[in-house]
């Protein structure tokens, strides 16, 4: 049997590192676009900001692939899967049999439709040569426009301020990180990121980029004009799914998945950024494009390739952690209830110490929280939204730091904690 | 393989595991030297929970399907093939606390003495028993063969 990757990020990393803690000879090739091993893509914003050097962002080691005995076609671009003749068709003419096929391609950034995005001096910030490529201009930059105010934006604002260079952050919802923060806690957050020198712009949008060939300024909605010598787009990541359009493979935003990350045809899976998953806070389905959901469905999909059923996926959540204007911020789940109907929020504030917490419950149980500053032990809240653990009994305890398992009912303090019988 | 596990009934919160932890951990290995010559001192791996009269100390169990690693995105957490013991290499981490959001036992903490990097339990680099097992006075801790 042939197993073939194509992408070579966490979701593929996943399925490679389950597939051969069941079986350390099955063939697997691996197909990337991007001709490096595997690299961390979130880590570079860190080399942007000179955090890190070019050789800590590899993910594994050296020689991951000839210890795992895989089969690499790095910077090979896949252009078409002949699903009937089970073929991986490369750019170059290659044709690649499989017998299971993982597509695990991750995300592409959106990029809006206006004016003068095609100029140079535009770019998008997701893979290593998008850091490269800045790194080679900066010296010719002293203003930025960052278009997008999320995780990736905010990254990207953070390390070029760190280089020197002035950044205004544009924004089109009323305040940044609004996917995944409260207005409480972007407050915060926008009063430190401005100390740290970051302009941040919010409730309005670039309308047209403009320049003659290069990038001389940028046009908002508000009428304001910036000059800047750099545009970067960071307004999101959309599924990969270009070459599949047209094909019976069933797409929504991302390919659709069951729980064994099984797509609608027979021996292709997906997994990570290029899929839509169960998310079982809300309810539905939808993509949840962050690194450990990718990796997780991974090495799911690499479990039942060789016929570990038992692993199945139970369901995501979106959730994440980042560090920005020296604030360590955590958000889980549902971070701002849809209605006061049926949820409980606990919250405590300090703006002082730039501190907030926020925890909110339905039914008894946690789907969300916010904590920012004292981040200690997160991973216990995170825990008891996975599992769907009933907190009554200790509800304000959540709310508390230090928290810990000390707060918890006995028995399941043992039953978890405890020797297991 | 063996795993650390908590018996809170005995535990006396005398702090011993978190001392000889420190020590264990240190560059010295001595406990004079590494609380007073030490700067800055080594963190604990393990951690000590207390209210009333309710103690126990709590370290990484070095799950078989680790959420840590999972979320780990910068390659920093690794396991051990042979022990199967999760281990974090200080160098390639980044402190983006991707662990500390996703351990549900909230054993990986954060060492903001210099660089930002996680800590964890090292289950004492095979030390058999661990240290905290070993010096525990009272059997808090036990070191048991799991399946």
């Known amino acids: 049997m042939e197993i073939v990757i194509v992408g070579n990020s966490a979701g593929a990393i996943g399925a490679i590192e389950a597939i051969r803690k069941v079986n350390t000879t099955l063939p697997i090739t691996v197909i990337s676009e991007e001709p490096y091993p595997v690299y961390s893509r979130p880590l570079i914003s860190y080399l942007l900001s000179g955090e890190i050097k070019e050789d800590r962002i590899f993910y594994r080691s050296k020689n991951f692939y000839e210890k795992q005995h895989i089969k690499t076609r790095l910077g090979r671009t896949v252009t078409k899967v002949d699903f009937e003749k089970r073929k991986v068709e490369l750019k170059d003419g290659e044709k690649i049999p499989y017998d299971r096929l993982l597509i695990a391609m991750g995300g592409i950034p959106f990029i809006p439709k206006i004016e003068g995005v095609h100029l140079s001096g535009v770019y998008t910030f997701t893979r290593l040569d998008d850091a490269k490529k800045l790194l080679s201009i900066l010296p010719s930059v002293q203003r930025a426009i960052v278009v997008g105010g999320g995780l990736i934006g905010l990254k990207v604002a953070e390390a070029l301020r760190k280089r020197g260079v002035e950044v205004t952050v544009i924004e089109l919802a009323n305040h940044i990180l609004n996917l995944t923060l409260d207005e409480t806690a972007s407050l915060l957050l926008e009063k430190a990121l401005e100390k740290e020198g970051i302009h941040l712009m919010t409730s309005t949008t670039v309308e047209r980029i403009l320049g003659d060939r290069k990038v001389e300024s940028v046009h908002l909605s508000n009428g304001k004009t910036i000059n800047a010598q750099l545009v970067i787009l960071a307004i999101g990541v959309i599924p990969n799914v270009g070459i599949f359009k047209d094909t019976p493979l069933q797409i929504d935003k991302g390919i659709l998945v069951n729980e064994r990350m099984e797509t609608n045809l027979p021996h292709i899976y997906a997994a990570g950024d290029v899929t839509q998953s169960y998310d079982k806070i809300l309810k539905m389905v939808r993509p949840l494009p962050i690194w450990p959901n990718a990796y997780h469905q991974g090495k799911i999909a690499g479990y039942q390739m060789v016929g570990r059923e038992e692993y199945q996926y139970e369901g995501g959540f979106t959730m994440n952690s980042i560090e920005v204007a020296h604030l360590p911020i955590i958000s889980i789940g549902l971070t701002q209830p849809p209605s006061e109907d049926g949820y409980q929020v606990f919250k405590k504030i300090d703006r002082g110490t730039n501190t907030y917490r926020k925890i909110i419950l339905k039914e008894d149980r946690v789907v969300g929280a916010i904590l920012i500053g004292e981040i200690d032990r997160a991973g216990i809240i995170t825990g008891l939204l996975r599992e769907g653990l009933s907190v009554k009994g200790f509800k304000k305890e959540l709310l508390k730091n230090p928290f810990g398992w000390i707060s918890f009912p006995k028995h399941l303090r043992k039953e978890r904690l405890g020797k297991p019988k | ?147």
């Not at chain 2, 932890?21 to 590494?34: D, F, G, M, N, P």
């Not at chain 2, 974090?88 to 060492?111: L, T």
Request: glycine share 6%; charged share 30%.
């Open chain 2, 1 to 147: 393989m063996k795993r650390i596990f908590i018996k809170e009934e005995v535990c006396m919160g005398c702090r011993l595991c978190e001392i000889y932890c420190i020590v264990q951990h240190s560059r010295s290995k001595e406990l004079l030297k590494a609380f007073k010559k030490e700067n800055p001192r080594p963190l604990p791996r393990i951690m000590i929970e207390e209210k009333g009269s309710t103690s126990f100390a709590l370290q990484c169990r070095h799950c078989e399907e680790p959420y840590c690693w999972e979320a780990c995105m910068s390659g920093a957490l690794y396991r051990d093939e042979q022990t199967g013991v999760i281990l974090h290499n200080r160098e390639q981490c980044v402190g983006c606390w991707m662990c500390v959001m996703v351990c549900p036992y909230g054993a990986i903490s954060r060492d903001l003495r210099e660089k930002k990097v996680a800590s964890k339990c090292d289950l004492c680099g095979g030390k058999d028993p661990p240290i905290c097992v070993a010096k525990c006075p009272n059997e808090a801790l036990v070191w048991v063969e799991i399946k």
